[in-house]
């Protein structure tokens, strides 16, 4: 990771190199049925900040017509996806890479794909490295391609929850830089592909984009 964050849940760690995140377990689920209804069934996915692996395991394996690439920035992380994939990855699960997905011109050795997913990061980092990571994801896309990203976002500048406005809050302590994005901020750096959000579980969304 570029920072180092006091999160309320950090992963934890089994005996081998796999790491385990109560969040990616809970939103799996929410997630995977938002995936069944509108990701291509074929093609190249590309996970963003793709974190312990649990769910690059889960999601190839729901899309085994899906070339499934985890990647994410963090030697840790990285260990523990190539960990997970061992023990329990299908076929159409690769071995992660590294991808620093607030460097400019990442699309460049990294697309393109069919499908882009990213959970979980936005808020966890600065709004000028966002901007990074959503021009990658827009450069990224192949035609006809969708991304997917998941996450707690502001509405109109407001937290959606006390709970939401404390973590936001709790970020900003940590570094001022950082926290939720408002929404519409998000879909105007998507511009001019078209979004759609969906809402998730405990006041997260989901941003579709669709690459046409
Ligand atoms: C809160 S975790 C989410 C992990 C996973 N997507 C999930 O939902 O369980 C944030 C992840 O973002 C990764 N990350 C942080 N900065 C990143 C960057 N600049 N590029 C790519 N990944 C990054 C971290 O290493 C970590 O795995």
Redesign the pocket.
Known sequence: ??RRLN?PEAPGSGGDRRMF?P??RR?MAPILEVLRAHAPTKGRALE?????G??AVAFSRAFPGLDWQP????PD?LASIEAWRRAEGPDNMRAPIE????TPNWHETHGPADMILL???LH??SEA?ARAVLAGITQALAPGGKAFLYGPFLRNGEATSEGDAAFHASLQAQDSAIGYKDIAWVSDRLAPMQTETTPMPSNNLMVIVNAN
């Not at 963003?48 to 312990?52: D, N, P, Q």
Request: zero cysteines; aromatic letters at 0%; charged letters at 15%.
């Open positions: 990771m570029t999160l995140a969040s990616a939103n963003i900040a793709a974190g312990t649990e769910h990647t994410d920035v963090d992380r991808l620093n997905a607030v959970v979980n990061l966890l980092i490295e």
